[in-house]
């Protein structure tokens, strides 16, 4: 692992070079000031979606779901609760496939929820239907 890591702020979406001993910790936005990790999902839409996975040096689970899906309604307080067991080794984002039908089609989901795992701006997993807290954990972990 390098010694600093690109951070991208959840609230400026501004990039912070975060020196890699200090990812614990995780420290407040050189540029808007707010904490870079806030123990919850991100936001993404097509204006910033490339700004995190492709600039993110720490891999971004994306939850791909819509208001109007159940389950997808469901697995959102257990999505909540994994970012704040799975950062700062992992960014959380959700992407409203309703407002976001570009960003839907351009990854191709076929069906809601699903997940995706990004690194370094590749998909690098997919996973289709809820889950409960602990199966999402044990999945994003077990990528490596
Ligand atoms: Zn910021």
Redesign the pocket.
């Known amino acids: 692992m390098s010694d600093a890591a690109i951070v991208v ?1 959840p ?2 979406h ?1 990039p912070n070079r975060v020196p890699a001993a200090r990812l614990a910790d995780g420290g407040t ?1 050189g ?2 000031k ?1 904490p870079l990790f806030a123990g919850q999902p991100v936001e993404l839409g097509a204006a910033n979606f490339d700004e995190h996975v492709g600039r993110s040096d720490i891999p971004v689970l994306v939850d791909f779901w819509a208001p109007w899906c159940g389950p997808c309604r469901s697995m959102a307080p257990a999505f909540a609760q994994a970012a704040r067991q799975l950062e700062p080794e992992f960014r959380l984002a959700k992407v409203n496939t309703e407002d976001e039908q570009a960003l839907a089609a351009r990854f191709g989901i076929r069906s809601i929820p699903t997940l995706a795992l990004f690194r370094n701006g590749r998909e690098v997993a997919r996973q289709a239907g809820a889950m409960d807290l602990a199966s999402l954990v044990r999945w994003v972990r077990n990528q490596g």
């Open positions: 702020c609230h400026c501004a936005c540029k808007c707010a």
